[in-house]
């Protein structure tokens, strides 16, 4: 399973994850696709910033069935949807940050509009901070093949990019490979944490 170039990136990820605090508490989940049957997900349980080759399970994305029948993270499923709905999906992220989390509350509607910002270029087909990006937000849900079915009901109206916000839970996203996932996460949490102090400054 080393020899994976692509889980070879998600395993340096992972440990950066860690180190930077987002995923605390074992919390947050990441995967990446092998083809178009299987992907590889964190085992359920698992603490981030400390992950091995042997902590990735093989997961179906048709159905989700797990043939080793370890337990893989609870929230595989929107995993498994994300590679459904895009063949371009390589790899995805779901980290449990504090800013993720609190801009993910204080925001009411259904989604996260940054706007302004330079960083915004670090997520792909972005070329201009006068542009608009939307993060969208979706109510948490422990029932997550609901979650998952909201998702895909608002994908089928508009197309996901980048990523996406659940709230007062984290966020998701992804690329084509794991060194496009990671450069997203890392610029839409830059991009969080200066819209967060943005609004706590301006309520002042």
């Not at 797990?66 to 994300?82: F, M």
């Not at 659940?166 to 830059?190: I, K, N, T």
């Amino acid at each position: 399973m080393t020899e994976n170039p692509q889980l070879t990136a998600l395993l340096a990820a992972c440990h950066w994850i860690g180190d930077k605090g987002w995923c605390p508490a074992t919390g947050g989940n990441m995967s990446v696709r092998l083809d178009e049957r299987q992907c590889l997900v964190t085992e359920s349980g698992k603490d981030k910033g400390s992950l091995s080759a042997t902590d990735f399970l093989r997961v179906d994305i048709a159905d989700n069935h797990v043939p080793s029948g370890r337990t893989p993270s609870a929230e595989t499923g929107l995993h498994t949807l994300l590679y459904r709905l895009s063949a371009h999906i390589g790899a995805v992220l779901h980290t449990h940050s504090v800013n993720a989390t609190v801009l993910s509350r204080v925001e009411r509607g259904d989604a996260l509009v940054l706007q302004g910002y330079e960083m915004q270029k670090s997520l792909a087909g972005q070329r201009s901070h006068l542009d608009s990006v939307a993060i969208p937000i979706f109510d948490n849900d422990q029932d997550i093949p609901r979650l998952a079915a909201r998702v895909a009901a608002y994908a089928e109206a508009t197309p996901l990019q980048y990523g996406f916000l659940v709230r007062g839970h984290g966020l998701y996203c992804w690329g084509s490979q794991v060194v496009e996932a990671r450069r997203h996460l890392e610029g839409l949490e830059f991009l969080f944490q200066c819209e967060l102090q943005r609004r706590l400054l301006e309520a002042k």
